[in-house]
């Protein structure tokens, strides 16, 4: 079955860029979503379809997807941007979850 | 606004088979641009997806789980439910309800219920 690789934890000062890795054999020819769970709260999507936004996420979240790796980007990255994130992706009729990236805000 | 409620007894005892309940607001479970799923999360652990249904009954379930899995739809109540049979206490978590969005063959989900801790113990 198709793995998605995230690296455990990832830190970064306010207002800096943080980005968080996916990655998967040829990810690139798959569509990739991202999740943001906060502490006790259900996730929530920030980036489908590899870098489109929903409505209220603000525009400081991007994605991008080429090769073997996923990326998402939280520019200008405040304290309320602390939280776990999670890739997912379709595949062969499949929902496969990425283990979870925490992002630390230093 | 869209509004997914799980419901279901909190605790379950080994071996027996686990009962969950989604309850859909604010929109159509019939739509026929959508699939309606159940995620699970064990305590400190990430995202894992149990399985999927679409309005008409056809499902997708996690080959790990599919043993054991039975997801049904119950329109007439806008309603989807969960059974997950033969549990252990690995299958404590909590048990989330969310709706997929299905856009050129894929699928993402855009509205998560809140969640509901289902512990397995005697």
């Known amino acids: 079955s198709y793995v998605l690789t995230q690296p455990p934890s990832v830190s970064v000062a306010p207002g800096k860029t943080a980005r968080i890795t996916c990655g998967g054999n040829n990810i690139g020819s798959k569509s990739v979503h991202w999740y943001q769970q906060k502490p006790g709260q259900a996730p929530v999507l920030v980036i489908y379809y590899d870098s489109d936004r929903p409505s209220g996420i603000p525009e400081r979240f991007s994605g991008s997807n080429s090769g073997n790796t996923a990326t998402l980007t939280i520019s200008r990255v405040e304290a309320g941007d602390e939280a776990d994130y999670y890739c997912?992706?379709?595949?062969?009729?499949?929902?496969?979850f990425g283990g979870g990236t925490k992002l630390t805000v230093l | 606004q869209l509004q997914l409620q799980e419901s279901g007894p909190g605790l379950v005892k080994p071996s027996e088979t686990l009962s969950l309940t989604c309850t859909v607001s604010g929109g159509s479970i019939s739509s026929s641009s959508y699939y309606w799923g159940w995620i699970r999360q064990p305590p400190g652990k990430g995202l894992e997806w149990i399985g999927s249904?679409?309005?008409?009954?056809?499902?997708y379930y996690n080959p790990s789980l599919k043993s054991r899995v039975t997801i049904s739809v119950d329109t007439s109540k806008n309603q989807f439910s969960l059974k997950l049979s033969s549990v252990t206490a690995a299958d404590t978590a909590v048990y989330y309800c969310a709706r997929l969005n299905l856009l050129r063959i894929q699928l993402w989900f855009d509205y998560w219920g809140q969640g509901t801790l289902v512990t397995v113990s005697s």
């Open positions: 997912q992706v379709w595949d062969s009729s499949i929902v496969v």
């Open positions: 249904i679409y309005y008409s009954g056809s499902t």
